[in-house]
């Protein structure tokens, strides 16, 4: 006669249950903010700009699709709509004085290059220049404009892609609204088991 097995007790633990509060809804986006932070590098002709950039999203694998948000009072939003393409460039932590700076200035009014101490790069698929203080570098071309005039949503495809080998893990920023940046201390947690026999998951 066979033993009935007792029922497998799940392997999580319990987790705390937090209080809550109202929030208001226009500030959502402390905490819904993808991140990391970028840098976007555009030219068109002889002028180009960086901007700082946290409203992005990646939006399919392959092709590689990447959507930004980029407001249209933004000196850097016509540079790339009339030469549809640009580079996103990603900073790390210890960047982080120059991309407070170049989101607080003009680039009508100043060359954020030469202003911040960054090298511009030549690029090899597109003109925008790369950021050489960056750890990566997505060269961009505009893949479709269609959202740009009712929600200033462009749809770009990362044509080419430059990264530094180390650190693996960088430590990113993060912004949290009001001047406050958080940082990504770099730490992996390795969870495949988890994740059975897929390679990615696609809301990931």
Same mark, same amino acid.
């Given at each position: ?104 200035? +003009?680039?009508?009014? #100043?060359? %954020?290059?030469?202003? /911040?101490?960054?090298?511009?790069? &030549? *690029?090899?698929?597109?003109?925008? $220049? ?13 893949? +479709?404009?269609?959202? #740009?005039? %009712?929600?200033?949503? /462009?749809?770009?495809?990362?044509? &080419? *892609?430059?990264?530094?080998?180390? $650190? ?37």
């Amino acid at each position: 006669m066979k033993r009935e097995r007792k029922p497998r007790r799940a392997r999580w633990h319990r987790m705390k249950t937090l209080r809550k509060r109202d929030f208001p809804v226009d500030e959502v986006r402390r905490y819904l903010e993808p991140g990391p932070i970028v840098l976007v590098t555009s030219q068109l002709k002889g002028e180009r700009n960086i901007m700082t950039m946290g409203w992005h999203t990646v939006m399919e694998f392959t092709p590689s699709l990447v959507g930004c948000i980029i407001a249209e009072s933004n000196y850097s939003f016509h540079l790339i709509r009339k030469s549809r393409e640009c580079v996103i460039n990603i900073p790390d932590a210890g960047m982080l004085d120059a991309v407070a700076g170049i989101g607080n200035c +003009d680039g009508d009014d #100043v060359d %954020k290059f030469a202003h /911040f101490g960054l090298t511009p790069q &030549k *690029a090899l698929r597109v003109k925008a $220049p790369l950021i050489a203080e960056c750890f990566a570098n997505l060269e961009c071309r505009l893949h +479709d404009a269609r959202l #740009v005039n %009712k929600y200033n949503f /462009f749809i770009f495809e990362v044509v &080419k *892609a430059h990264a530094a080998p180390k $650190p693996r893990f960088p430590k990113t920023l993060h912004y949290r609204g009001q001047g406050v940046f958080t940082v990504d201390e770099g730490r992996a947690h390795d969870r495949k088991k988890l994740f059975g026999k897929l390679k990615e998951m696609g809301n990931f």
